[in-house]
Protein backbone atom coordinates (compact mmCIF):
# COMPACT_ATOMS: atom_id res chain seq x y z
CA UNK A 1 0.00 0.00 0.00
CA UNK A 2 1.16 3.53 -1.26
CA UNK A 3 1.18 6.48 1.16
CA UNK A 4 -1.68 8.93 0.69
CA UNK A 5 -0.81 11.92 -2.01
CA UNK A 6 -1.25 15.59 -1.21
CA UNK A 7 -3.54 17.04 -3.64
CA UNK A 8 -1.10 20.09 -4.58
CA UNK A 9 -3.07 21.64 -7.40
CA UNK A 10 -3.80 24.99 -5.45
CA UNK A 11 0.35 25.11 -4.28
CA UNK A 12 2.44 26.88 -5.65
CA UNK A 13 5.24 25.73 -8.19
CA UNK A 14 7.50 26.00 -5.25
CA UNK A 15 5.57 24.48 -2.60
CA UNK A 16 4.45 21.59 -5.24
CA UNK A 17 7.88 20.47 -5.35
CA UNK A 18 9.08 20.69 -1.76
CA UNK A 19 6.52 18.16 -0.78
CA UNK A 20 9.45 15.81 -2.02
CA UNK A 21 11.91 15.13 1.10
CA UNK A 22 14.37 16.05 -1.17
CA UNK A 23 13.46 19.35 -1.68
CA UNK A 24 11.99 20.50 1.44
CA UNK A 25 14.24 23.68 1.25
CA UNK A 26 12.00 25.00 -1.49
CA UNK A 27 9.54 26.11 0.63
CA UNK A 28 11.45 29.93 0.93
CA UNK A 29 11.18 30.43 -2.27
CA UNK A 30 7.61 30.32 -2.61
CA UNK A 31 6.78 34.24 -3.16
CA UNK A 32 2.81 33.63 -3.48
CA UNK A 33 1.66 34.07 0.03
CA UNK A 34 -0.75 36.57 -0.62
CA UNK A 35 -4.01 36.80 -3.16
CA UNK A 36 -2.73 39.33 -5.71
CA UNK A 37 -6.10 41.06 -7.32
CA UNK A 38 -6.74 41.99 -11.33
CA UNK A 39 -6.33 45.49 -11.58
CA UNK A 40 -9.29 47.65 -11.92
CA UNK A 41 -11.39 44.72 -11.37
CA UNK A 42 -13.52 43.66 -7.82
CA UNK A 43 -13.17 40.52 -7.09
CA UNK A 44 -11.12 38.53 -10.00
CA UNK A 45 -7.70 37.01 -9.01
CA UNK A 46 -4.59 37.20 -10.69
CA UNK A 47 -2.76 35.12 -9.18
CA UNK A 48 -4.12 32.79 -5.96
CA UNK A 49 -1.97 32.47 -2.92
CA UNK A 50 -0.79 28.84 -2.24
CA UNK A 51 -2.55 27.12 0.17
CA UNK A 52 0.55 25.08 1.48
CA UNK A 53 0.53 24.57 5.47
CA UNK A 54 3.94 26.24 5.71
CA UNK A 55 2.23 29.81 4.84
CA UNK A 56 0.39 29.50 8.24
CA UNK A 57 3.30 28.54 10.67
CA UNK A 58 4.75 32.21 9.12
CA UNK A 59 2.67 34.91 10.16
Given at each position: MSAPTLDT???SA???V???PEYKGL???CTQTKDVP???SYGILLVRRCTCTCH???R
Open positions: DTMECAAQRHRDLPHTRR
